[in-house]
C-alpha cells in the first residue's frame, strides 16, 4: 500500500533547504502527516515551471541555487536509502535535470563516494546546467560522452539525470541506449525529479523508460506520477520543496490533489440515538440471468460501509440465492418500471448497474432508475447504456468507468483514454455533469468543473472480477449516509483501494472481490494506527 510521511527537519550536510514528504508502499501510515499542502497538492509540469519562475524572479532565489538545493536534497535521499553505496554511476542529460546529476557527483565525490559520470554530449544547456558541470570539471571529475556502444560499468547505485520532465518524445540514440542496458542490470536506481522516458504529465511510458527504486520530485509533486505506467517506475516516491516560500506556491493553483488515508474524517458522526433508517436506504439495481454476483457484490459492500438497509431489484429467479446468502438483504423480483418505481422512491440513494444488462429488461430498469432522480452510482451495463442513450442524470449523480467503458463513453479507442487519463476523466464529467470516477492505476475522481483527486492506493490484484461492483455499493451507501456525489465518490473510492491493500498484503495474486469486506468496515470506522 501507499503510505505517506512528512519531515520538515534539517539534517546538517544536505537537504537543509527542504521539506520532504515520502510515498512509499512498505510502511504504516502516519496520519499526522497529511496537513501540508506540499504532501497533496498535484501540478503539471508547466505548473511546476512557473513556480520556478516565481522563486526566481520574484522571490531572488538564483537558478543555480535551486539546483544546488535539488542535488542535496537527492543526496540526502541517496543516503538514507543506500547508506552503504560507494560506487557512483551518475548518469547526465544536456539539460537542467543533467546539472542536478552533475551537482549531486559533486556532493558524492565530497562525500568519500567513488564516482564515474556519463553525459549525453559534451555541453550542456542553459547557463545553470552549464555552470554544473563546469563545477563537476573544476573538482577534477572526467566526464566520459557516451554513445551506442557504451557499456555500464560495475557500481552501488545509478543515478538517472539524463531528463527529468522535459523530455517530449521518446527517448532515442544513445539515451535509449543507456536506458536498455539499465533495464538489464540489477543495480538500483534513484531518479532525478521523474523516470526518464515517463511523461510527467500522464504518467505513460511512451517508449523506452527507466525503471526507478526511488524517485526524488523537485518543488511540487508532478501529477503523472500516481498514474497509470507511474506507478510501476517511479518507486519510492519523495518530494524536495527546495525551500519554497509559501507566497511560491500561494500564486499557483495545483491541478489535481492526492487523496489521502484520513479519509475517515469525512464520514458523518455515528451518535447512539439512531436507528436503521438514519443511515439510509440503498437500491442495488441489476442481476439479470446468470449475472446475480455482480448485484450481491454490489449491496452487500453498501451494507459494509454503513447503509442502514438495502435492497436489490433483481431478476426473480435470483432472490431465493440472495436471500440465503446473505439474509440482511431485501431482495425483489422486478419485470419493469412499474414494479421497481415504488422501490426507487423508499432509497436514499441507487447502485445502478452491476449484471443489468443490456436488454430490453435491463434499459427500462435503467429509464426508471435514471429519471427518478435518486443520488445515483452510475456503473458497468448502466454505463454502456448510457454510451447508447443520451439521458439527463441525477444532479448526485456518480460515474464509474474503466478504461473500456469511458472510451465507449467518449466514441473513442482505449488508448485514447489511457495516454491523457486527465482530460479524458474531465471530458466525461463536463459532458454528463457529474462526478467521474476513472478507475485503474491511479484511480482519478473527477467533478464537472474539473476538479480532480488521485488515488495513490490499491494494487494489481484488485484487476479481478467483481472489484467495481464493490466499489459502486461503497460509493451508494457514502452517498445513502449523506455524504455528496464529490465526498461519496473520494471516500469510496479511498476505502475500496485501502481494503484491498489490506486484503492483498504481500500476496496481491488471487485476490477476489469479496475479499475485501471484513477490511471494508475497519476502513470506514477509522484504520487503526
Known amino acids: 500500500m501507499w503510505s505517506c510521511a512528512m519531515d520538515r527537519g534539517s539534517p546538517a550536510g544536505s537537504g537543509k533547504h527542504s521539506e520532504r514528504v515520502t510515498w512509499r508502499r512498505d510502511a504504516p501510515y502516519n496520519r499526522a502527516m497529511t496537513t501540508a499542502r506540499s504532501a497533496t497538492a498535484l501540478y503539471t509540469v508547466e505548473q511546476v515551471r512557473s513556480l520556478d519562475r516565481i522563486a526566481i524572479d520574484e522571490c531572488a532565489i538564483p537558478g543555480f541555487e535551486l539546483m544546488q538545493r535539488a542535488s542535496a536534497s537527492a543526496f540526502a535521499m541517496l543516503s538514507r536509502r543506500w547508506p552503504q553505496a560507494r560506487r557512483l554511476l551518475v548518469l547526465a542529460g544536456d539539460g537542467n535535470n543533467g546539472g542536478d546529476a552533475f551537482l549531486l557527483a559533486c556532493i558524492a565525490r565530497a562525500h568519500g563516494l567513488v564516482v564515474r559520470v556519463f553525459a549525453l554530449s559534451e555541453t550542456s544547456r542553459g547557463e545553470d546546467a552549464a555552470a554544473a558541470r563546469a563545477a563537476l570539471l573544476g573538482d577534477g571529475q572526467v566526464i566520459e560522452v557516451v554513445d551506442g556502444e557504451t557499456r555500464l560499468p560495475t557500481a552501488d547505485l545509478i543515478v538517472d539525470g539524463l531528463f527529468g520532465t522535459g523530455l517530449a518524445r521518446a527517448i532515442e540514440g544513445p539515451a535509449a541506449h543507456l536506458v536498455a542496458r539499465l533495464a538489464e542490470c540489477a543495480t538500483p536506481v534513484l531518479a532525478l525529479d521523474v523516470p526518464s522516458g515517463l511523461d510527467a504529465d500522464t504518467g505513460i511510458a511512451g517508449g523506452a523508460v527507466v525503471r526507478a527504486d526511488a524517485t526524488v520530485s523537485f518543488v511540487g509533486w508532478k501529477r503523472g506520477l500516481f498514474t497509470a505506467d507511474a506507478r510501476d517506475l517511479c518507486g519510492t516516491l519523495e518530494l524536495a520543496t527546495l525551500g519554497m516560500p509559501g507566497t511560491v506556491y500561494a500564486r499557483v493553483v495545483a491541478d489535481a490533489e492526492l487523496l489521502d488515508a484520513d479519509f475517515a474524517a469525512r464520514l458523518p458522526l455515528r451518535r447512539s440515538n439512531v436507528n436503521k433508517g438514519t443511515f439510509g436506504h440503498v437500491l442495488a439495481i441489476g442481476g439479470d440471468d446468470g449475472m446475480a454476483g455482480a448485484v450481491r457484490l454490489a449491496a452487500e459492500a453498501a451494507l459494509r460501509v454503513g447503509a442502514g438497509l438495502v435492497s436489490v431489484a433483481t431478476r426473480a429467479a435470483h432472490v431465493a440465492a440472495l436471500n440465503a446468502a446473505r ?203
Open 327 to 529: 439474509p440482511e438483504l431485501m431482495a425483489r423480483g422486478v419485470d419493469g418500471p412499474q414494479s421497481i418505481t415504488p422501490m426507487i422512491e423508499r432509497a436514499n440513494a441507487v447502485a445502478l448497474g452491476p449484471g443489468l444488462g443490456a436488454g430490453a429488461w435491463g434499459h427500462a430498469l435503467w429509464d426508471a432508475a435514471l429519471r427518478a432522480g435518486r443520488a445515483t452510482v452510475i456503473d458497468a451495463d448502466a454505463l454502456n447504456l448510457l454510451a447508447r442513450s443520451a439521458i439527463d442524470l441525477p444532479q448526485q449523480a456518480v460515474l464509474t468507468p474503466h478504461p473500456g467503458e469511458a472510451a465507449r463513453l467518449l466514441g473513442v479507442d482505449i488508448a485514447t483514454i489511457q495516454s491523457d487519463r486527465f482530460a479524458a476523466a474531465r471530458e466525461l464529467a463536463k459532458r454528463h455533469r457529474c462526478v467521474v470516477v476513472l478507475k485503474g492505476s491511479g484511480s482519478l475522481v473527477v467533478d464537472m468543473h474539473g476538479r480532480v483527486a488521485v488515488c495513490p492506493f490499491g494494487n494489481p490484484g484488485m484487476a479481478s472480477a467483481g472489484m467495481g461492483d464493490v466499489l459502486t455499493g461503497i460509493i451508494a451507501g457514502l452517498l445513502a449516509q449523506g455524504l455528496d456525489a464529490w465526498d461519496a465518490a473520494c471516500v469510496g473510492v479511498v476505502a475500496h483501494a485501502r481494503a484491498g491493500d489490506a486484503a492483498a498484503g504481500d500476496t496481491p495474486r488471487g485476490l477476489i472481490a469479496s475479499d475485501l469486506f471484513g477490511f471494508l468496515r475497519e476502513m470506514v470506522n477509522g484504520e487503526p494506527g
